[in-house]
């Protein structure tokens, strides 16, 4: 059974940072995918970066140059580093898994950039 906590979420100024963390617990082996999407009620969840457990990593143009996604691989735990906020970064943010085709999700942290 694999279970995923996320955490790390607040309110913050736009130009702020934040830092996203998920653990993940459970038997988790090679190779696997990490990452971060967000969901707002006007948008559909939509991914924010990834990372293999090699440490290839993916960005969503949105989030690249501002946002650094880096994992513990001994620890199954995945980072976010969010760096100059803007207010339509506000979302809930989820830890995802990606494992022998089955996908994992945290319980979501919310994310509020405003002034």
């Known amino acids: 059974q694999v279970h995923l906590v996320d955490s790390g979420g607040g309110l913050v100024q736009p130009g702020g940072s934040l830092r996203l963390s998920c653990a993940a617990s459970?038997?988790?082996?090679?190779?696997?995918?990490m990452g971060w999407y967000r969901q707002t009620p006007r948008k559909e969840r939509e991914l924010v970066a990834s990372?293999?457990?090699?440490?290839?990593?993916n960005y969503a143009d949105s989030a690249k140059g501002r946002f650094t996604i880096s994992r513990d691989n001994a620890k199954n735990t995945v980072y976010l580093q969010m760096n100059s906020l803007k207010p339509e970064d506000t979302a809930v943010y989820y830890c995802?898994?990606?494992?022998?085709?089955?996908?994992?999700w945290g319980q979501g942290t919310q994310v509020t950039v405003s002034s």
């Open positions: 995802h898994l990606r494992y022998f085709g089955t996908n994992y």
């Open positions: 990372i293999t457990n090699g440490g290839s990593t």
């Open positions: 459970g038997s988790i082996f090679s190779p696997n995918a």
